[in-house]
């Protein structure tokens, strides 16, 4: 695991999810260190300039208008960090706020905010400490960023409130909750010095975007990897229900040229080459002229979300190009204020991908279904059950699904249409950035289920198509299923094939972990290479 060098320039995705998932260590760049001690000198001349300066010398919001004298600055910081550290709800998650303090860390380093270097090095410290501030789910309005949620973190750098202190290294952020300790015991146990705030610093720490665009990154990740999931659960159910493969054909996607749409119809090409199944009904006896919009339009919708995706990431990559404060330092010198931190474009495609998230559920849960409807699954028993009647099969998986998609459809509903009015009227217009990346957390695990229910469906309805077997991309996904090895994703339960009722929650639990650690994926790309 490589440290992850914060420079004056933008953070790659790959360095936000190997610190905020897999606890890798950072280290400032020199030429980061340079910046923010030359840009602090500017601040340290403003705090003694008889004119008021934002953030410098006087209030914050609706009490800008207020000059603060220099004996009551540095209180004047500290006071901004606690009153602003008004978070409630359940605690976020720690890879969010890992990715959080890594992004807040890469702005200060880029030297527009004025910070001093220790105050830099104190969040450089934290995080290889393993060191998790507490943060709030409620509490952000996405403008002036993510005030409240930043300073649940600045708040800890002060030794105050409090933190969870998680293993460092790989069994990081995902695989521990750590233990709940005040921030002054953390710091003093990881020989870090509280941070002392002054002047402006207080400001630079809780004003950016960073959590929302922290969940951006890490949505992105899980969906570069679920959107070629659906790709294999697509053709599986192909497969499953008798399905051809010729509207796939290249040539046919050619006539409508949507990157995306071409990406997924070749996956589902090179996943249903040679497939037994789907050869064992072509021919003149076989008298459907066409699939099912489920099936046909696979790569369509797909393809679409996977457009969605590619615009989604070019406004995170601009984003974490971006040095937000406010004032910020402008690189000749003047303390400038601004609205860089408004959270609208991190918003929109926040709020867009969760509509493509929904409508892929929605088309997977589709094709789900049609393999349990005897009457739509030509040939399949009803609800794959072992002795329908007596057994129900996969009925009731199939409405977890639906219960699910449901869901994502009210998650769907765009957050940043919705502004509602702040400090005394001064932050008149919010992005809601915040909200709409909580519930693209949510609906991306949602997704997630709905391929797992896919995937799982499918598996055994291909069972029950022996002796016909399926192609050796989809039969290797059922057999990485199947034998629990998850094609190197580590030890998890097996699922077997089809038979008798029995407990089907911890078989659905399994087909989500095998879809979430990527071990579909790994599976298919392992009997015939990368897919796109």
């Given at each position: ?7 004056t ?32 000198k ?20 609706a ?73 709030r ?6 403008c ?44 003093a146990?990881?020989g870090i ?23 951006l ?6 969906l570069?990897?679920l ?6 659960t697509?053709?599986?159910s ?37 497939s ?11 008298t ?9 339009c ?32 402008t ?15 991190v ?17 997977a ?32 998986a ?37 909200s709409?990346?909580r ?17 799982l ?8 198509r ?67």
């Amino acid at each position: 695991m490589n440290t992850v060098i914060v420079g004056t320039g933008p953070l790659s995705f790959a360095d936000v999810v190997e610190v905020a998932r897999a606890g890798a260590d950072v280290a400032l760049a020199a030429e980061a260190e340079a910046e923010i001690a030359a840009t602090r000198k500017v601040i340290e001349t403003l705090a003694d300039d008889i004119a008021p300066h934002y953030g410098v010398s006087t209030g914050f919001g609706a009490l800008a208008t207020r000059h603060i004298p220099p004996e009551l600055r540095a209180q004047l910081q500290r006071s901004l960090v606690r009153s602003h550290a008004a978070g409630s709800g359940q605690e976020v998650e720690a890879e969010v706020i890992r990715a959080m303090m890594l992004l807040r860390l890469s702005t200060l380093a880029t030297g527009r905010t004025g910070v001093r270097l220790s105050t830099a090095q104190t969040y450089v410290k934290m995080l290889n400490a393993g060191i998790t501030p507490v943060v709030r789910e409620y509490g952000s309005l996405g403008c002036s960023g993510d005030l409240a949620p930043l300073a649940h973190c600045a708040l800890a750098a002060m030794g105050e409130g409090e933190v969870r202190v998680q293993p460092t290294g790989a069994d990081n952020a995902r695989r521990s909750a750590g233990t709940l300790t005040p921030a002054a015991a953390a710091l003093a146990a990881a020989g870090i010095e509280p941070v002392v705030l002054a002047e402006k610093e207080g400001l630079a720490l809780i004003n950016g975007t960073d959590g929302m665009l922290g969940m951006l990154v890490l949505a992105a990740a899980d969906l570069r990897a679920l959107l070629k999931t659906a790709d294999i659960t697509a053709a599986m159910s192909v497969e499953a229900l008798l399905g051809t493969d010729a509207a796939f054909a290249a040539d046919l996607q050619a006539l409508r040229p949507h990157p995306g749409q071409a990406a997924s119809a070749a996956n589902m090409r090179a996943l249903l080459a040679s497939s037994p199944v789907v050869a064992s009904h072509k021919g003149p006896d076989d008298t459907r002229v066409q699939d099912a919009y489920s099936l046909r339009c696979s790569p369509q919708v797909h393809g679409a979300a996977r457009d969605t995706l590619a615009h989604a990431e070019t406004v995170a990559g601009r984003e974490l190009a971006s040095a937000i404060d406010n004032p910020v330092v402008t690189l000749d010198g003047r303390v400038v204020s601004n609205g860089n931190f408004h959270g609208a474009p991190v918003g929109y495609v926040l709020d867009f991908l969760a509509i493509a998230v929904a409508d892929l559920a929605s088309i997977a849960e589709r094709r789900t279904d049609r393999m349990l409807d005897a009457h739509r699954s030509h040939g399949l028993p009803p609800f794959l059950a072992d002795d329908p009647g007596v057994d129900s099969g996969h009925m009731i998986a199939q409405y977890t699904s639906a219960g699910i998609v449901s869901e994502l459809k009210r998650l769907a509903v765009p957050a940043s249409v919705d502004s509602i009015p702040s400090s005394a009227m001064q932050e008149d217009h919010v992005s809601m950035g915040w909200s709409a990346a909580r519930k693209l957390r949510r609906a991306v695990d949602g997704l997630t289920r709905v391929l797992a229910i896919e995937l799982l469906t499918a598996a055994r309805a291909l069972d029950l198509r022996a002796p016909l077997s399926p192609a050796v991309a989809t039969g290797a996904v059922v057999a990485g299923l199947r034998s629990g090895d998850g094609a190197g994703a580590g030890s998890r339960p097996g699922v077997s094939g089809p038979g008798t009722d029995r407990y089907l929650a911890p078989e659905i639990e399994a087909a989500v972990t095998y879809v979430a650690a990527g071990a579909a994926v790994r599976a298919a790309e392992t009997a015939i290479g990368a897919l796109q």
